[in-house]
Protein backbone atom coordinates (compact mmCIF):
# COMPACT_ATOMS: atom_id res chain seq x y z
CA UNK A 1 0.00 0.00 0.00
CA UNK A 2 1.43 3.66 -0.90
CA UNK A 3 -0.77 6.54 0.15
CA UNK A 4 0.23 9.96 -0.46
CA UNK A 5 -1.10 12.30 1.76
CA UNK A 6 -0.95 15.85 -1.02
CA UNK A 7 -1.42 18.61 1.96
CA UNK A 8 -0.19 18.80 5.47
CA UNK A 9 0.99 21.52 7.47
CA UNK A 10 3.77 19.62 8.88
CA UNK A 11 5.37 22.66 9.84
CA UNK A 12 2.21 23.97 12.62
CA UNK A 13 3.31 23.44 16.07
CA UNK A 14 0.13 21.02 16.92
CA UNK A 15 2.41 18.36 14.27
CA UNK A 16 6.49 19.88 15.10
CA UNK A 17 5.83 18.97 18.59
CA UNK A 18 5.43 15.02 18.34
CA UNK A 19 7.26 15.18 14.11
CA UNK A 20 8.60 11.60 14.79
CA UNK A 21 5.12 9.87 16.14
CA UNK A 22 3.56 11.83 13.61
CA UNK A 23 5.58 10.35 10.87
CA UNK A 24 5.80 7.05 12.51
CA UNK A 25 1.83 6.14 12.40
CA UNK A 26 1.86 7.61 8.71
CA UNK A 27 4.29 4.89 7.68
CA UNK A 28 2.75 2.77 9.15
CA UNK A 29 -0.56 2.73 7.78
CA UNK A 30 0.96 2.88 4.52
CA UNK A 31 1.64 7.04 3.71
CA UNK A 32 4.98 7.24 2.30
CA UNK A 33 4.45 10.66 0.78
CA UNK A 34 3.81 13.60 2.34
CA UNK A 35 3.35 17.34 0.34
CA UNK A 36 4.03 19.70 3.88
CA UNK A 37 2.25 23.25 2.88
CA UNK A 38 4.50 26.14 2.82
CA UNK A 39 2.26 28.93 4.07
CA UNK A 40 3.95 28.82 7.59
CA UNK A 41 2.59 31.50 10.05
CA UNK A 42 2.63 34.40 6.98
CA UNK A 43 5.33 35.04 4.39
CA UNK A 44 8.00 35.03 6.84
CA UNK A 45 8.03 31.56 7.81
CA UNK A 46 7.24 29.89 4.04
CA UNK A 47 10.17 28.22 4.49
CA UNK A 48 10.14 26.05 7.43
CA UNK A 49 8.25 23.70 4.79
CA UNK A 50 10.92 23.21 2.70
CA UNK A 51 13.31 23.35 5.82
CA UNK A 52 11.25 20.28 7.15
CA UNK A 53 11.69 18.31 3.53
CA UNK A 54 15.51 19.12 3.67
CA UNK A 55 15.92 17.80 6.94
CA UNK A 56 14.16 14.41 5.86
CA UNK A 57 15.79 13.20 3.09
CA UNK A 58 16.17 10.14 2.54
CA UNK A 59 13.59 8.65 4.90
CA UNK A 60 10.04 7.64 4.72
CA UNK A 61 7.30 8.77 4.61
CA UNK A 62 9.21 10.98 1.66
CA UNK A 63 8.56 14.94 2.45
CA UNK A 64 8.06 17.66 -0.41
CA UNK A 65 7.08 20.70 0.79
CA UNK A 66 5.58 23.69 -1.42
CA UNK A 67 5.44 27.50 -0.87
CA UNK A 68 2.60 30.55 -0.87
CA UNK A 69 1.13 33.04 0.38
CA UNK A 70 -2.46 32.36 1.89
CA UNK A 71 -4.94 34.81 0.80
CA UNK A 72 -5.85 35.38 5.16
CA UNK A 73 -2.38 36.62 4.44
CA UNK A 74 -2.65 38.50 1.31
CA UNK A 75 -1.81 41.76 2.79
CA UNK A 76 1.25 40.47 3.16
CA UNK A 77 2.28 39.77 0.01
CA UNK A 78 5.15 42.47 -0.48
CA UNK A 79 7.40 42.73 -2.85
CA UNK A 80 9.81 40.99 -0.47
CA UNK A 81 7.55 38.39 0.44
CA UNK A 82 7.51 38.02 -3.54
CA UNK A 83 11.39 37.81 -3.57
CA UNK A 84 11.18 35.69 -0.72
CA UNK A 85 8.92 33.08 -3.17
CA UNK A 86 10.22 33.53 -5.51
CA UNK A 87 13.53 31.92 -4.24
CA UNK A 88 11.54 29.08 -2.54
CA UNK A 89 10.00 28.42 -6.14
CA UNK A 90 12.41 27.48 -7.93
CA UNK A 91 13.61 24.80 -4.92
CA UNK A 92 13.99 21.19 -6.32
CA UNK A 93 12.09 20.26 -2.76
CA UNK A 94 9.26 22.91 -3.80
CA UNK A 95 7.19 20.84 -5.64
CA UNK A 96 3.97 23.39 -6.35
CA UNK A 97 3.07 26.94 -5.21
CA UNK A 98 0.71 27.16 -2.43
CA UNK A 99 -2.35 27.32 -0.86
CA UNK A 100 -3.04 30.48 -2.79
CA UNK A 101 -6.26 31.53 -3.86
CA UNK A 102 -9.17 33.83 -2.55
CA UNK A 103 -11.55 33.59 0.86
CA UNK A 104 -13.87 35.86 1.27
CA UNK A 105 -15.73 33.61 4.15
CA UNK A 106 -14.13 35.44 7.67
CA UNK A 107 -14.57 38.84 8.04
CA UNK A 108 -11.08 39.72 8.97
CA UNK A 109 -9.97 38.50 5.50
CA UNK A 110 -8.32 41.22 3.23
CA UNK A 111 -9.93 42.97 1.24
CA UNK A 112 -11.23 41.47 -2.02
CA UNK A 113 -8.88 43.63 -4.25
CA UNK A 114 -5.81 42.71 -2.16
CA UNK A 115 -6.44 39.24 -2.34
CA UNK A 116 -6.62 39.11 -5.82
CA UNK A 117 -3.31 40.76 -6.54
CA UNK A 118 -1.86 38.47 -4.22
CA UNK A 119 -3.30 36.05 -5.71
CA UNK A 120 -2.09 37.04 -9.50
CA UNK A 121 1.39 37.73 -8.31
CA UNK A 122 1.51 34.17 -7.37
CA UNK A 123 0.42 33.01 -10.66
CA UNK A 124 3.10 35.00 -12.09
CA UNK A 125 5.62 33.02 -10.25
CA UNK A 126 4.51 29.69 -10.60
CA UNK A 127 4.33 30.23 -14.36
CA UNK A 128 7.79 31.41 -14.58
CA UNK A 129 9.00 27.99 -12.41
CA UNK A 130 5.97 26.21 -14.35
CA UNK A 131 4.86 24.50 -11.33
CA UNK A 132 1.49 23.52 -10.14
CA UNK A 133 -0.60 25.71 -8.10
CA UNK A 134 -2.32 24.75 -4.91
CA UNK A 135 -5.63 26.30 -4.49
CA UNK A 136 -7.86 27.36 -1.23
CA UNK A 137 -11.11 28.50 -2.15
CA UNK A 138 -13.84 29.10 0.29
CA UNK A 139 -16.87 29.43 -1.20
CA UNK A 140 -19.07 32.59 0.39
CA UNK A 141 -22.38 30.25 0.92
CA UNK A 142 -21.66 29.42 4.56
CA UNK A 143 -19.80 32.68 5.47
CA UNK A 144 -20.89 34.33 8.63
CA UNK A 145 -23.70 37.49 8.63
CA UNK A 146 -20.70 39.85 9.37
CA UNK A 147 -18.59 38.28 6.31
CA UNK A 148 -21.37 38.78 4.00
CA UNK A 149 -22.21 42.05 4.90
CA UNK A 150 -18.71 42.98 4.25
CA UNK A 151 -17.96 41.16 1.48
CA UNK A 152 -21.09 41.90 -0.15
CA UNK A 153 -22.59 39.47 -3.09
CA UNK A 154 -18.95 38.93 -4.28
CA UNK A 155 -18.44 34.51 -5.03
CA UNK A 156 -14.84 33.41 -4.41
CA UNK A 157 -15.51 30.46 -6.62
CA UNK A 158 -16.79 32.51 -9.78
CA UNK A 159 -13.72 35.31 -9.44
CA UNK A 160 -11.19 32.31 -8.55
CA UNK A 161 -12.44 30.57 -11.90
CA UNK A 162 -12.67 34.11 -13.82
CA UNK A 163 -8.87 34.72 -13.10
CA UNK A 164 -8.00 30.89 -13.65
CA UNK A 165 -9.65 30.84 -16.96
CA UNK A 166 -7.24 33.60 -18.12
CA UNK A 167 -4.23 33.37 -16.27
CA UNK A 168 -3.49 29.72 -15.78
CA UNK A 169 -5.40 27.63 -17.91
CA UNK A 170 -3.80 28.40 -21.20
CA UNK A 171 -0.83 27.37 -19.66
CA UNK A 172 -1.41 24.20 -18.94
CA UNK A 173 0.70 23.37 -16.20
CA UNK A 174 -2.31 22.08 -13.88
CA UNK A 175 -3.24 22.27 -10.43
CA UNK A 176 -5.24 21.07 -7.28
CA UNK A 177 -8.40 22.27 -5.55
CA UNK A 178 -7.09 21.78 -1.82
CA UNK A 179 -9.98 20.26 0.37
CA UNK A 180 -12.32 20.54 -2.57
CA UNK A 181 -15.37 21.64 -1.10
CA UNK A 182 -17.56 22.70 -3.70
CA UNK A 183 -20.65 21.72 -5.61
CA UNK A 184 -20.70 19.31 -8.21
CA UNK A 185 -20.93 22.12 -11.19
CA UNK A 186 -17.75 23.52 -9.34
CA UNK A 187 -16.05 20.36 -8.97
CA UNK A 188 -16.88 19.67 -13.17
CA UNK A 189 -15.90 23.34 -13.87
CA UNK A 190 -12.61 22.63 -11.69
CA UNK A 191 -11.87 19.68 -13.81
CA UNK A 192 -12.48 21.61 -17.40
CA UNK A 193 -10.33 24.07 -16.04
CA UNK A 194 -7.53 21.15 -15.80
CA UNK A 195 -7.59 20.73 -11.67
CA UNK A 196 -7.23 18.03 -10.07
CA UNK A 197 -9.66 17.41 -7.27
CA UNK A 198 -8.51 16.95 -3.65
CA UNK A 199 -10.51 15.18 -1.46
CA UNK A 200 -9.81 15.62 3.12
CA UNK A 201 -11.45 14.60 5.46
CA UNK A 202 -14.98 16.91 5.20
CA UNK A 203 -15.79 14.59 2.39
CA UNK A 204 -16.92 11.83 5.53
CA UNK A 205 -19.17 14.94 6.79
CA UNK A 206 -22.51 14.36 6.06
CA UNK A 207 -23.47 17.69 5.88
CA UNK A 208 -21.74 18.49 2.37
CA UNK A 209 -23.06 15.73 -0.28
CA UNK A 210 -21.87 18.39 -3.20
CA UNK A 211 -18.51 17.06 -1.73
CA UNK A 212 -19.00 13.07 -2.21
CA UNK A 213 -20.88 12.96 -5.51
CA UNK A 214 -17.72 14.72 -7.13
CA UNK A 215 -15.45 12.17 -5.04
CA UNK A 216 -17.64 9.48 -6.74
CA UNK A 217 -17.95 10.96 -10.37
CA UNK A 218 -14.45 12.73 -10.77
CA UNK A 219 -12.10 10.94 -13.12
CA UNK A 220 -10.01 8.56 -11.02
CA UNK A 221 -6.96 9.50 -13.40
CA UNK A 222 -7.94 13.52 -11.27
CA UNK A 223 -8.39 12.48 -7.85
CA UNK A 224 -5.90 12.63 -5.18
CA UNK A 225 -6.36 12.47 -1.19
CA UNK A 226 -5.53 14.65 1.47
CA UNK A 227 -5.42 15.43 5.31
CA UNK A 228 -5.19 19.11 5.54
CA UNK A 229 -3.58 18.35 9.39
CA UNK A 230 -3.95 19.24 11.66
CA UNK A 231 -7.49 20.29 10.88
CA UNK A 232 -10.39 18.68 9.48
CA UNK A 233 -10.06 15.15 11.24
CA UNK A 234 -12.12 12.70 8.92
CA UNK A 235 -15.01 11.03 10.96
CA UNK A 236 -15.24 9.45 13.33
CA UNK A 237 -11.79 11.50 14.61
CA UNK A 238 -13.75 14.93 13.78
CA UNK A 239 -12.96 17.29 16.36
CA UNK A 240 -9.48 16.12 17.36
CA UNK A 241 -6.06 16.64 16.06
CA UNK A 242 -5.68 15.47 12.06
CA UNK A 243 -2.34 14.10 11.25
CA UNK A 244 -1.29 12.45 7.82
CA UNK A 245 -1.74 8.47 8.79
CA UNK A 246 -5.58 9.59 8.53
CA UNK A 247 -5.04 9.85 5.17
CA UNK A 248 -6.10 6.21 4.85
CA UNK A 249 -9.57 6.81 6.64
CA UNK A 250 -10.13 9.43 4.01
CA UNK A 251 -9.01 7.12 1.37
CA UNK A 252 -10.99 4.16 2.36
CA UNK A 253 -13.98 6.27 2.39
CA UNK A 254 -13.49 7.83 -1.08
CA UNK A 255 -12.76 4.41 -2.31
CA UNK A 256 -16.35 3.07 -0.62
CA UNK A 257 -17.86 6.36 -2.51
CA UNK A 258 -16.25 4.76 -5.87
CA UNK A 259 -17.10 0.72 -5.41
CA UNK A 260 -13.67 0.20 -5.82
CA UNK A 261 -10.80 -1.34 -3.07
CA UNK A 262 -8.72 0.85 -1.10
CA UNK A 263 -5.09 -0.81 -2.68
CA UNK A 264 -6.75 1.07 -6.40
CA UNK A 265 -7.37 3.84 -4.76
CA UNK A 266 -3.99 4.61 -3.40
CA UNK A 267 -2.25 3.42 -6.34
CA UNK A 268 -4.41 5.69 -8.87
CA UNK A 269 -3.63 8.49 -6.24
CA UNK A 270 -0.11 7.74 -6.20
CA UNK A 271 0.33 7.89 -9.68
CA UNK A 272 -1.42 11.28 -9.68
CA UNK A 273 0.35 12.66 -7.72
CA UNK A 274 4.27 11.75 -9.13
CA UNK A 275 2.64 12.48 -12.66
CA UNK A 276 1.53 16.19 -11.89
CA UNK A 277 4.19 17.16 -9.48
CA UNK A 278 7.07 14.57 -10.05
CA UNK A 279 6.78 13.24 -13.75
CA UNK A 280 7.70 10.18 -12.95
CA UNK A 281 11.02 11.21 -11.07
CA UNK A 282 9.84 9.53 -7.65
ZN1 LIG B 1 -4.09 23.91 4.17
Not at 139 to 160: M, P, V, Y
Request: charged share 20%.
Amino acid sequence: MYLVDSHAHLDFDALTQDLDGVLERARAVGVQTILSIGIGDGPATMHRARDLAANHQGTTPRIYASAGIHPQEAHQADEGALDLLRDLASDPLVLAIGEIGLDYYHFENPDIAVQQAAFLAQLDIARDVRKPILIHLRTSELATSQAKARFGSADATEDLFASIERHWAPYGIGGVMHCFSGTADHARRALDLGFHLSFAGNVTYSRFPGIREAAAFAPLDRILVETDSPFLAPQPLRGQRNEPAHTRITAEFVAGLRGIPLAELAEATTANFQALFLRSEL
